[in-house]
Protein backbone atom coordinates (compact mmCIF):
# COMPACT_ATOMS: atom_id res chain seq x y z
CA UNK A 1 0.00 0.00 0.00
CA UNK A 2 0.81 3.27 -0.08
CA UNK A 3 3.41 5.28 2.67
CA UNK A 4 4.43 8.41 2.99
CA UNK A 5 7.25 8.80 6.73
CA UNK A 6 8.02 11.93 7.58
CA UNK A 7 11.19 12.57 9.35
CA UNK A 8 13.20 15.29 10.85
CA UNK A 9 11.12 16.45 14.02
CA UNK A 10 12.15 16.91 17.34
CA UNK A 11 12.68 19.81 20.04
CA UNK A 12 14.30 22.79 18.58
CA UNK A 13 14.99 26.22 20.65
CA UNK A 14 12.88 29.18 19.11
CA UNK A 15 15.22 31.00 16.07
CA UNK A 16 16.36 27.29 14.76
CA UNK A 17 15.88 25.91 11.48
CA UNK A 18 14.57 21.95 10.94
CA UNK A 19 14.45 20.04 7.16
CA UNK A 20 11.90 18.03 7.80
CA UNK A 21 11.46 15.02 5.11
CA UNK A 22 8.74 12.44 3.70
CA UNK A 23 10.06 9.24 2.04
CA UNK A 24 7.18 7.83 -0.49
CA UNK A 25 6.49 3.99 -1.59
CA UNK A 26 4.11 2.52 -3.63
CA UNK A 27 2.88 5.84 -5.67
CA UNK A 28 3.64 6.81 -8.76
CA UNK A 29 5.44 9.90 -7.07
CA UNK A 30 6.37 11.87 -9.92
CA UNK A 31 2.57 12.05 -11.08
CA UNK A 32 1.75 13.22 -7.52
CA UNK A 33 2.06 16.74 -5.98
CA UNK A 34 3.43 16.62 -2.53
CA UNK A 35 1.85 19.02 0.13
CA UNK A 36 3.45 19.92 4.23
CA UNK A 37 0.46 20.61 6.72
CA UNK A 38 0.79 20.94 10.24
CA UNK A 39 -2.03 20.21 13.01
CA UNK A 40 -1.36 22.04 16.42
CA UNK A 41 -3.05 21.05 19.76
CA UNK A 42 -6.65 21.86 19.77
CA UNK A 43 -6.32 23.22 16.41
CA UNK A 44 -7.51 22.58 12.82
CA UNK A 45 -4.85 20.93 10.55
CA UNK A 46 -3.36 23.67 8.40
CA UNK A 47 -2.16 23.85 5.13
CA UNK A 48 1.76 24.97 4.81
CA UNK A 49 2.92 24.69 1.10
CA UNK A 50 2.04 22.45 -1.81
CA UNK A 51 4.65 21.03 -4.73
CA UNK A 52 3.80 19.89 -7.96
CA UNK A 53 5.17 17.28 -10.09
CA UNK A 54 7.71 19.90 -11.62
CA UNK A 55 8.62 22.12 -8.55
CA UNK A 56 5.99 24.41 -8.60
CA UNK A 57 5.11 25.95 -4.94
CA UNK A 58 2.31 27.26 -3.25
CA UNK A 59 2.85 28.90 0.29
CA UNK A 60 0.45 29.72 2.94
CA UNK A 61 -0.01 33.61 3.11
CA UNK A 62 0.02 33.54 6.62
CA UNK A 63 3.39 31.70 7.29
CA UNK A 64 5.54 34.83 6.72
CA UNK A 65 8.24 32.74 4.17
CA UNK A 66 9.71 30.85 6.63
CA UNK A 67 9.30 27.56 4.73
CA UNK A 68 10.69 26.07 1.75
CA UNK A 69 9.13 23.23 0.15
CA UNK A 70 11.08 20.86 -2.21
CA UNK A 71 11.02 17.54 -3.86
CA UNK A 72 13.55 14.67 -5.33
CA UNK A 73 11.49 12.90 -8.18
CA UNK A 74 14.57 10.26 -8.34
CA UNK A 75 14.60 9.48 -4.41
CA UNK A 76 10.68 9.50 -4.03
CA UNK A 77 11.51 12.27 -1.16
CA UNK A 78 9.74 15.84 -0.36
CA UNK A 79 11.10 18.23 2.11
CA UNK A 80 10.23 21.04 4.49
CA UNK A 81 13.16 23.61 5.49
CA UNK A 82 11.53 25.47 8.34
CA UNK A 83 13.89 28.53 9.30
CA UNK A 84 13.43 31.16 12.11
CA UNK A 85 11.12 28.86 14.36
CA UNK A 86 8.81 29.93 16.94
CA UNK A 87 7.06 28.34 19.49
CA UNK A 88 3.54 28.79 17.77
CA UNK A 89 5.25 26.48 14.85
CA UNK A 90 5.13 23.47 17.58
CA UNK A 91 2.94 20.87 15.76
CA UNK A 92 2.71 17.93 14.21
CA UNK A 93 3.97 18.20 10.61
CA UNK A 94 2.28 15.54 7.82
CA UNK A 95 3.10 15.29 4.30
CA UNK A 96 0.55 13.96 2.14
CA UNK A 97 0.00 13.52 -1.76
CA UNK A 98 -2.60 14.59 -4.29
CA UNK A 99 -3.44 15.04 -8.29
CA UNK A 100 -3.27 19.06 -7.48
CA UNK A 101 -1.67 21.60 -6.05
CA UNK A 102 -4.76 22.07 -3.67
CA UNK A 103 -4.39 23.81 -0.36
CA UNK A 104 -6.94 21.75 1.44
CA UNK A 105 -6.78 18.53 3.35
CA UNK A 106 -9.00 16.98 1.59
CA UNK A 107 -8.14 17.07 -1.73
CA UNK A 108 -5.13 14.80 -0.78
CA UNK A 109 -5.82 11.09 -0.56
CA UNK A 110 -2.71 10.04 1.21
CA UNK A 111 -1.14 10.88 4.59
CA UNK A 112 1.82 10.09 6.93
CA UNK A 113 1.45 9.76 10.39
CA UNK A 114 3.12 12.67 11.33
CA UNK A 115 6.38 14.18 12.57
CA UNK A 116 6.53 15.92 15.44
CA UNK A 117 7.88 19.45 16.47
CA UNK A 118 8.52 21.05 19.61
CA UNK A 119 9.81 24.52 19.77
CA UNK A 120 10.95 25.58 22.83
CA UNK A 121 10.98 29.43 23.76
Known amino acids: QVQLVESGGGLVQAGGSLRLSCAVS????????MGWFRQAPGKEREFIAVIDRVSSTRYADSLGGRFTISRDNAKNMVYLQVNSLKPEDTAVYYC???????????????WGQGTRVTVSS
Open 96 to 110: AAGQSTATTAERFPF
Open 26 to 33: NLAFVNYA
